[in-house]
């Protein structure tokens, strides 16, 4: 134990501490990289799963007519369906963004929140509206109201004006801008007052212990007294579906963290055995056994990288809540400090560690007092080879410091190559989840404005309206149900049923595999029904629906987000064979000349109140979020390759001191010196750059394969860059390299020829 204090108190007394920092750096990067990636996933739906139970368990949301619902509900009561519920009279309306355009927002009624039982709101800020003129808004909009405006909103066709005295928010639906409307809160009064032509109900239902969520939402809807049924489970996936795409991504770039950890522990693990080999030779003539420094060299490592850990399960605990993307209404968690985190995740850090330390220790214990006082080996067949170069003797120097230590040098551009290999990753992700987020039809949903009238509104006025908008390239109607599969493969299965028209193949989807519908009685289906749901192209599926049984033939599959894909989309014309409901819903394209939000304020002119209109939501707010945790994850990796590439220059420079020194008295000046760096690290930058572009376009197509298949989108939808990320990132791994290894070697630039000489 002594020889390991005099050993930790050398090293850290030691003028030179980049390999000791560069250790203490990998390990706290490791770490928190593992930390994140497991508390992101397993808090996210645990913070979300605990904020269901503290608004009361609403298993059912159900809105409807004044009188539906409530007679909906007592016969659902009167059958055992219901423990508790809560009931809110509601107006739709439209509520104007700042930018010309409107969105709808669900303006309910709640006089007192501490008596709602089930579906508690939640405030966000501010206080509950008290008198008829005051609104709590949705916190989803807090960046575009303050506490006391006056805001204008149109219910029913009307203007009212009301003053915002809070914001909140409920988990009744997925938030805003992610879904809509929006929603609003003020007294019986003040409802009364904004809606003083009649109002709707919405409930919030907690059902009895014996009941199936699924199995009580179809009773509801096959009684026919409510319009709308939604499950938790539906809502629950729509608000966890950010945070299961960055979990895919959060495990591919953590392999890329951890592969990278080990390769610059094993280089600052051989880098102090260098360093150090004229100590260790003297304790081997003072009889330390090889057994003996082996050991004593990896328990050094351990302590070292234990700081790191300590550092890295802080850092990431801190970080984790940050990155539970989709849940940012719920606010901002305090970080949980879980010691079982620190003892398993910190546990696998160190094993690591020791694994990687484990060849550089067994060296250690092979140093032999000869060995001890004689300058490092130079290979000398390698050293004529780089000398026959046609470059300068600067550059013909770097490029042997670069190769002093072949397993070292290894090891570093090896882990350049991970860096360029995320930066690569990185780069082919962001574009790849970019086209989705903004070519909506990869997502099910290529529209630009969607146009929503109440049932007394004539479709034919509407459409009349709606074609004599300047900018309108094309529409589709857009409706749904809840129904279960009681046939095929996925027999049993509750699925979304999307009923678009007039003519699928006009509506602006994307056909993946087979044909489209072409006559009734034909349906596509997303990925997660033909992927792991059971259903095959060429299937005949029987379908309950609320209206009656329908039977269909799979005919291809589509690209849809919704649900994770476990969507079966038919026509209009199918539909029809069970109902003859219109649809209320238009989903308007534009012609390529308007943006959406211009399209949709000349629809809304245009519909002068007949309906509400709204422009599909900004796909650039949506990935915010995406390229700044990407941005993270590519820095962790690049930081840990750096630290890599500087531990092997300084080590390597450390190694031929003597020889800089030689040449430095021989006339070499600064500017030779630069080049000397510039050119060693160039050169393993060169070397990363080679082995890493290949890896990082294979791993972005596993980590975007991977992911598109757990969010439901499911292969053949999404395409990887490959030219220009491979372009930029191989560049910035070059000059980064060099640009690091001419800082890492400043110190030998401002000395002399004798005292490199001397020190050397």
């Given at each position: 134990?002594?020889?390991?204090?005099?050993?930790?108190?050398?090293?850290?007394?030691?003028?030179?501490?980049?390999?000791?920092?560069?250790?203490?750096?990998?390990?706290?990067?490791?770490?928190?990289?593992?930390?994140?990636?497991?508390?992101?996933?397993?808090?996210?739906?645990?913070?979300?799963?605990?904020?269901?139970?503290?608004?009361?368990?609403?298993?059912?949301?159900?809105?409807?007519?004044?009188?539906?619902?409530?007679?909906?509900?007592?016969?659902?009561?009167?059958?055992?369906?219901?423990?508790?519920?809560?009931?809110?009279?509601?107006?739709?309306?439209?509520?104007?963004l700042?930018?010309?355009?409107?969105?709808?927002?669900?303006?309910?009624?709640?006089?007192?929140?501490?008596?709602?039982?089930?579906?508690r709101?939640?405030?966000?800020?501010?206080?509950?509206?008290?008198?008829?003129?005051?609104?709590?808004?949705?916190?989803?909009?807090?960046?575009?109201?303050?506490?006391?405006?006056?805001?204008?909103?149109?219910?029913?066709?009307?203007?009212?004006?009301?003053?915002?005295?809070?914001?909140?928010?409920?988990?009744?639906?997925?938030?805003?801008?992610?879904?809509?409307?929006?929603?609003?809160?003020?007294?019986?009064?003040?409802?009364?007052?904004?809606?003083?032509?009649?109002?709707?109900?919405?409930?919030?239902?907690?059902?009895?212990?014996?009941?199936?969520?699924?199995?009580?939402?179809?009773r509801?809807?096959?009684?026919?007294?409510?319009?709308?049924?939604?499950?938790?489970?539906?809502?629950?996936?729509?608000?966890?579906?950010?945070?299961?795409i960055?979990?895919?991504?959060?495990?591919?770039?953590?392999?890329?963290?951890?592969?990278?950890?080990?390769?610059?522990?094993?280089?600052?693990?051989?880098?102090?055995?260098?360093?150090?080999?004229?100590?260790?030779?003297?304790?081997?003539?003072?009889?330390?056994t090889?057994?003996?420094?082996?050991?004593?060299?990896?328990?050094?490592?351990?302590?070292?990288?234990?700081?790191?850990?300590?550092?890295?399960?802080v850092?990431?605990s801190?970080?984790?809540?940050?990155?539970?993307?989709?849940?940012?209404?719920?606010?901002?968690?305090?970080?949980?400090?879980?010691?079982?985190?620190?003892?398993?995740?910190?546990?696998?850090?160190?094993i690591?560690?020791?694994?990687?330390?484990?060849?550089?220790?067994?060296?250690?214990?092979?140093?032999?007092?000869?060995?001890?006082?004689?300058?490092?080996?130079?290979?000398?067949?390698?050293?004529?080879?780089?000398?026959?170069?046609?470059?300068?003797?600067?550059?013909?120097?770097?490029?042997?410091?670069?190769?002093?230590?072949?397993?070292?040098?290894?090891?570093?551009?090896?882990?350049?190559?991970?860096?360029?290999?995320?930066?690569?990753?990185?780069?082919?992700?962001?574009?790849?989840?970019?086209?989705?987020?903004?070519?909506?039809?990869?997502?099910?949903?290529?529209?630009?404005?969607?146009?929503?009238?109440?049932?007394?509104?004539?479709?034919?006025?509407?459409?009349?309206?709606?074609?004599?908008?300047?900018?309108v390239?094309?529409?589709?109607?857009?409706?749904?149900?809840?129904?279960?599969?009681?046939?095929?493969?996925?027999?049993?299965?509750?699925?979304?049923?999307?009923?678009v028209?007039?003519?699928?193949?006009?509506?602006?989807?994307?056909l993946?595999?087979?044909?489209w519908?072409?006559?009734?009685?034909?349906a596509?289906?997303?990925?997660?029904?033909?992927?792991?749901?059971?259903?095959?192209?060429?299937?005949?599926?029987?379908?309950?629906?609320?209206?009656?049984?329908?039977?269909?033939?799979?005919?291809?599959?589509?690209?849809?987000?919704?649900?994770?894909?476990?969507?079966?989309?038919?026509?209009?014309?199918?539909?029809?064979?069970?109902?003859?409901?219109?649809?209320?819903?238009?989903?308007?394209?534009?012609?390529?000349?308007?943006?959406?939000?211009?399209?949709?304020?000349?629809?809304?002119?245009?519909?002068?109140?007949?309906?509400?209109?709204?422009?599909?939501?900004?796909?650039?707010?949506?990935?915010?979020?995406?390229?700044?945790?990407?941005?993270?994850?590519?820095?962790?990796?690049?930081?840990?390759?750096?630290?890599?590439?500087?531990?092997?220059?300084v080590?390597?420079?450390?190694?031929?001191?003597?020889?800089?020194?030689?040449?430095?008295?021989?006339?070499?000046?600064?500017?030779?010196?630069?080049?000397?760096?510039?050119?060693?690290?160039?050169?393993?930058?060169?070397?990363?750059?080679?082995?890493?572009?290949?890896?990082?376009?294979?791993?972005?197509?596993?980590?975007?394969?991977?992911?598109?298949?757990?969010?439901?989108?499911?292969?053949?939808?999404?395409?990887?860059?490959?030219?220009?990320?491979?372009?930029?990132?191989?560049?910035?791994?070059?000059?980064?390299?060099?640009?690091?290894?001419?800082?890492?070697?400043?110190?030998?630039?401002?000395?002399?020829?004798?005292?490199?000489?001397?020190?050397g």
């Open positions: 134990m002594n020889v390991f204090a005099a050993l930790m108190e050398g090293r850290l007394r030691s003028r030179n501490l980049i390999g000791t920092l560069a250790l203490v750096l990998v390990a706290a990067i490791a770490m928190a990289a593992v930390v994140t990636g497991l508390e992101s996933r397993r808090g996210s739906a645990a913070r979300l799963d605990r904020a269901f139970m503290d608004v009361g368990a609403p298993d059912l949301v159900v809105g409807g007519g004044p009188t539906g619902v409530p007679a909906g509900l007592d016969a659902a009561a009167s059958a055992g369906l219901v423990e508790a519920e809560s009931r809110f009279d509601a107006a739709f309306g439209s509520f104007p700042g930018d010309g355009t409107s969105v709808g927002i669900e303006v309910r009624s709640i006089d007192d929140p501490g008596t709602v039982v089930v579906g709101p939640l405030l966000r800020g501010g206080r509950w509206a008290e008198s008829s003129d005051e609104i709590v808004l949705d916190v989803g909009v807090a960046d575009l109201v303050a506490l006391g405006d006056t805001i204008g909103l149109e219910i029913g066709g009307d203007a009212r004006t009301a003053t915002v005295v809070g914001f909140a928010t409920d988990l009744s639906a997925c938030f805003f801008p992610s879904c809509t409307p929006l929603r609003g809160y003020t007294t019986a009064a003040g409802l009364t007052t904004l809606a003083p032509d009649g109002t709707y109900m919405r409930a919030h239902v907690r059902l009895a212990p014996d009941w199936d969520r699924e199995m009580a939402a179809e509801l809807r096959r009684d026919g007294l409510v319009d709308a049924v939604a499950t938790w489970d539906e809502i629950r996936a729509d608000l966890l579906l950010q945070g299961r960055f979990s895919a991504m959060l495990a591919g770039f953590g392999g890329f963290v951890l592969v990278s950890s080990l390769l610059v522990v094993a280089n600052t693990a051989t880098g102090s055995v260098i360093a150090r080999r004229r100590e260790l030779g003297v304790l081997r003539a003072l009889g330390a090889p057994s003996h420094l082996v050991s004593i060299t990896v328990l050094e490592h351990v302590v070292l990288g234990a700081v790191g850990v300590v550092v890295g399960w850092g990431g801190v970080l984790a809540p940050r990155l539970q993307l989709g849940l940012d209404q719920l606010g901002t968690e305090a970080p949980r400090f879980d010691p079982t985190v620190l003892l398993v995740a910190g546990g696998a850090v160190l690591v560690v020791a694994v990687a330390t484990s060849a550089p220790a067994r060296a250690a214990g092979d140093v032999s007092m000869a060995a001890s006082v004689s300058d490092a080996p130079t290979d000398r067949a390698r050293s004529s080879r780089i000398a026959k170069l046609p470059v300068s003797p600067p550059v013909q120097l770097g490029f042997q410091i670069a190769v002093a230590r072949p397993v070292r040098a290894a090891l570093a551009a090896t882990a350049i190559a991970a860096s360029v290999a995320a930066g690569v990753a990185g780069w082919g992700v962001h574009a790849a989840v970019n086209g989705v987020v903004e070519d909506r039809a990869a997502t099910g949903d290529p529209y630009d404005a969607v146009v929503a009238a109440p049932t007394f509104v004539e479709s034919d006025r509407l459409v009349e309206r709606l074609e004599a908008v300047d900018g390239g094309g529409w589709y109607t857009d409706q749904s149900r809840r129904g279960e599969l009681r046939s095929g493969g996925a027999i049993g299965s509750s699925v979304k049923v999307r009923i028209g007039p003519v699928v193949s006009d509506v602006g989807l994307v993946v595999d087979g044909a519908p072409t006559s009734p009685g034909e596509l289906v997303g990925w997660g029904l033909l992927g792991d749901g059971g259903v095959r192209i060429g299937e005949t599926v029987d379908i309950e629906l609320p209206e009656g049984r329908l039977t269909v033939t799979v005919v291809g599959r589509h690209a849809d987000l919704d649900e994770g894909g476990e969507v079966l989309l038919i026509g209009d014309e199918t539909f029809r064979s069970l109902s003859d409901a219109s649809p209320r819903h238009w989903r308007v394209v534009s012609d390529g000349t308007v943006e959406r939000v211009e399209l949709a304020r000349r629809l809304e002119d245009a519909m002068a109140g007949l309906a509400i209109v709204q422009p599909a939501a900004d796909p650039s707010a949506q990935l915010r979020p995406f390229r700044w945790v990407l941005g993270v994850l590519v820095a962790l990796v690049g930081g840990v390759a750096g630290a890599n590439l500087v531990a092997t220059v080590a390597g420079a450390r190694e031929r001191r003597r020889e800089i020194g030689v040449v430095r008295s021989l006339g070499f000046g600064t500017s030779e010196l630069c080049r000397l760096a510039l050119s060693s690290g160039a050169a393993l930058g060169a070397v990363g750059v080679v082995i890493g572009l290949p890896v990082g376009l294979i791993a972005a197509r596993w980590i975007v394969s991977s992911a598109v298949d757990q969010i439901g989108l499911g292969p053949g939808v999404v395409s990887v860059p490959m030219v220009v990320p491979s372009l930029v990132a191989g560049l910035a791994g070059v000059l980064a390299a060099a640009a690091l290894s001419l800082l890492s070697t400043r110190s030998l630039r401002s000395m002399s020829g004798s005292v490199l000489i001397r020190e």
